[in-house]
């Protein structure tokens, strides 16, 4: 059986988070307070998401991507992660991560089945790096991404632009992907934030790629089943690529094929739908039809385009943040 949506686009990627809490707090992604831990009680335990992700596989769903939060402050999470990749029909299993924890866990995530990371970063300069963050440790990060490399885990470095923040940096990370076999991803910023930073700007993808162009040969790359919505180009005389994820100036609903579940049970057909679906009394009942059935009325309200370049800013930061956008 297949997830098809109105659409006619076949959903066959899940990104599930299993917690909502985090080491960090990005200024794009959460205030600087952070955002109010939801009660453990709240949070589906290990043998929920299991039963779900199950449940997903067996429509059609082959790739899961575990998210947060930052997914490696939780407890037990290599264990979940081994008994995730050992379902049949599971076919690609990531995980999207800030890095900060790599140092520990790199190997372990290897071994449990995890083959490909996303790693956010937005500054390769300390001071900036930190500031960004709210306290982040750039040196932490490099220890990370070493271990990680070592293990041979395949990288994919997320930089999400913003203008008079870190736009400067855009040639330095493309010297990154240019010495290293790694993709570095810039990502337009999605204003979603209200409070103090609301105030951030992207850059459109055309202008970075304008400016990168003047410098590099970039050679596009065939777009591969299962991948994500980054626009992939080949450094020429490069080890690694470069990509954009234009989520803005040119979004890529069209082929969109993800649907989304935060660690709560509540499901989003799109990152910026006003709505949610609580998937997590179905889940309880440990029934596979019933929530199968859920899923599906859930891919049904996947809309053709979202309209966040349309109208101002009406998510929370909880969206980001809980929901690993």
């Known amino acids: 059986m297949k997830l098809v949506d109105n659409y006619h686009r076949t959903i066959d990627y899940l990104r599930l988070s299993v917690t909502d809490r985090c080491n960090l707090r990005c200024r794009y992604c959460m205030p600087a307070q952070g955002v109010e831990a939801t009660a453990h009680a709240q949070i589906l335990i290990y043998e929920d998401l299991l039963f779900l992700a199950q449940t997903a596989v067996g429509l059609g769903v082959e790739k899961i991507r575990i998210t947060g939060g930052e997914p490696l402050v939780r407890r037990g999470i290599i264990s979940f992660l081994e008994r995730l990749h050992a379902l049949k029909g599971m076919q690609h299993l990531v995980l999207t991560t800030n890095g900060l924890l790599l140092e520990e866990y790199a190997q372990s995530l290897k071994d449990a089945g995890v083959r490909c990371l996303n790693v956010s970063v937005d500054s390769l300069q300390p001071q900036r790096y930190a500031h960004i963050t709210r306290g982040g440790d750039l040196a932490s990060w490099w220890r990370g991404i070493e ?47 209200q409070g103090p930073d609301s105030t951030l700007q992207g850059i459109e993808t055309q202008t970075l790629l304008e400016s990168l162009r003047q410098h590099y040969t970039l050679e596009p790359v065939l777009r591969q089943a299962q991948a994500g919505p980054a626009q992939e180009f080949r450094l020429g005389g490069g080890k690694g690529s470069v990509g954009f994820i234009a989520a803005i100036s040119c979004p890529f609903c069209h082929n969109c094929n993800r649907i989304r579940i935060s660690a709560t049970g509540k499901g989003r057909s799109c990152l910026f739908a006003q709505g949610e679906m609580d998937l997590k009394p179905a889940i309880k009942q440990r029934n596979h039809a019933t929530l199968s059935a859920e899923l599906i009325k859930l891919v049904a309200q996947k809309p053709q385009q979202h309209d966040l370049g349309e109208q101002p800013a009406v998510q929370t930061a909880v969206a980001m943040s809980a929901i690993g956008g």
């Open 147 to 193: 271990a990680a490399h070592h293990a041979g885990l395949r990288l994919k470095l997320n930089v999400v632009v913003m203008r008079g923040i870190n736009d400067d940096e855009i040639h330095d990370f493309t010297a990154l992907a240019a010495q290293n076999p790694w993709s570095v991803r810039f990502i337009e910023y999605m204003p979603t934030l």
